[in-house]
Each structure stands twice: as structure tokens, then as C-alpha cells.
């Protein structure tokens, strides 16, 4: 089955840098790598997803970027803000099939420092 | 608009007791899934559906059951609980290959 491992485990970063998660995964023939922001107490939710037709996309100040070839993905989050803070998941699946079996990452700590 | 719901939030067992969690999704998605979620270990599938009357075994399946006799609930039953067992529960609902939406999640504690 699918691995995904997520690196770091913790980031801090200041108020206005750049935050950068990374996942790599083992099925080459997963083809959908969703991102995920838990704040606490909460359940996690989406804030972007990427296909493996497409390298790079973005929205806002979040971006994730995709090397198939190398089997590894990563979010980047520019100009942090204190509401950026939150665990971050990233998870990888195959569409194919009869449901969405996501395999996650094992989420990372990110705290925005004002 | 309440969005995908789980109840309880809370409950603590002892060993060996029984208990079932609901969920309840008002999104009319077809899919509906059970994950558990543990310090360093991320959200594993335990079971899921993909419509009214069909379950299916996820990652984590053993020590669980579930039914979907209605297509807006969920439900995750444990027959004989194992202090393995004390985790986070989420329930997350989606279309087909769609988003997936979870709920808040339910927090067991078995002694």
C-alpha cells in the first residue's frame, strides 16, 4: 500500500516568512495529493490539492508543487500570518478505484511567531 | 448549515464495554468514511462507504464495525473496547472523488 511520510514534524516560523512542508510517497501510481489544515480542537480541511497532470498550482499566498519523477510534493506558504498556525497534513491517493482511500502524512506543528 | 456531525464528542469506556458513534452528513454525498487519528501517526481509514447499504475495510478495521442503513449517517460501532482503541475518531463525507469534508471529531478514552 501507499507511505507517505511529512517532514518536519515542527516549524516555527516569524510573523511574514515563508513556511515550506514537503511529503514524499511510495505508489507511483498515486495521482491526487491533497493538503490539509487542522486547527485545534477541529476537524482537518482542505486548502489546496494538486493532480499529477499539473507541476505547480497556487492560491493566494499557498502553493504546493509536484515532482513525479522524485515521488515527493510540498506546500508552501508565503507571507505567514498567526492564523497560518496550525497542523498541516499532506496525503496522496489513487483516483482510481470506487472511493478516495487517502493515506496521510503524519502532520506537521506549524507556529507563526508575531 | 451543520455540515458533516458527530456524536458524541466525548465518552470514556472501560475495557470490554460497547459503544457506537454516529455521523451525520446534510451534504447528500455519497461517500462517507471513518478515520482514526493518533499522536505522530496521522488520520488512518478504518472503514468507509461508498452508498447506502455498502461498507467496506479500510487500513484499521480490526475491532470495528459500521452500517449505513441511511445514506446521511454513518455509523462505527466497537463491540469490546480495548484501551488501544482510545484515539480521536473523525468521520469525513465527500462526492465522488471529490473533496473530502470531516467533522469535528470524537474523542474515546477507553480505561
Known amino acids: 500500500g501507499e507511505n507517505v511520510e511529512q517532514h518536519p514534524s515542527t516549524l516555527s516560523v516569524q510573523e511574514g516568512d515563508s513556511a515550506v512542508i514537503k511529503c514524499t510517497y511510495s505508489?507511483?501510481?498515486?495521482?491526487?495529493f491533497p493538503w490539509y489544515k487542522q486547527e485545534l480542537g477541529k476537524g482537518p480541511q482542505l486548502i489546496i490539492d494538486?493532480?499529477?497532470?499539473?507541476g505547480e498550482k497556487k492560491d493566494q499566498r499557498i502553493a504546493v508543487t509536484l515532482n513525479k519523477t522524485a515521488k515527493h510534493f510540498s506546500l508552501h506558504i508565503t507571507e505567514t500570518q498567526p492564523e497560518d498556525s496550525a497542523v498541516y497534513f499532506c496525503?496522496?491517493?489513487?483516483?482510481?478505484?470506487?472511493?478516495?482511500?487517502?493515506?496521510f502524512g503524519s502532520g506537521t506543528q506549524l507556529t507563526v511567531l508575531p | 448549515n451543520a455540515g458533516v456531525t458527530q456524536t458524541p464528542k466525548f465518552r470514556v469506556l472501560k475495557t470490554g464495554q460497547s459503544m457506537t458513534l454516529l455521523c451525520a452528513q446534510d451534504?447528500?454525498?455519497?461517500?462517507m468514511y471513518w478515520y482514526r487519528q493518533d499522536p505522530g501517526m496521522g488520520l488512518r481509514l478504518i472503514h468507509y462507504?461508498?452508498?447506502?447499504?455498502?461498507?467496506a475495510k479500510g487500513e484499521v478495521p480490526d475491532g470495528y464495525n459500521v452500517s449505513r442503513l441511511k445514506k446521511q449517517n454513518f455509523l462505527l460501532g466497537l463491540e469490546s473496547a480495548a484501551p488501544s482503541q482510545t484515539s480521536v475518531y473523525f468521520c469525513?463525507?465527500?462526492?465522488?472523488?471529490?473533496?473530502?469534508?470531516f467533522g469535528e471529531g470524537s474523542r474515546l478514552t477507553v480505561l
Open positions: 451534504m447528500n454525498h455519497e461517500y
Open positions: 462507504s461508498v452508498g447506502e447499504g455498502t461498507t
Open positions: 505508489d507511483s501510481a498515486s495521482n491526487y
Open positions: 469525513a463525507s465527500s462526492q465522488v472523488a471529490g473533496e473530502l469534508f
Open positions: 496525503a496522496a491517493s489513487s483516483l482510481s478505484g470506487s472511493a478516495r482511500q487517502l493515506t
Open positions: 494538486i493532480r499529477s497532470n499539473v
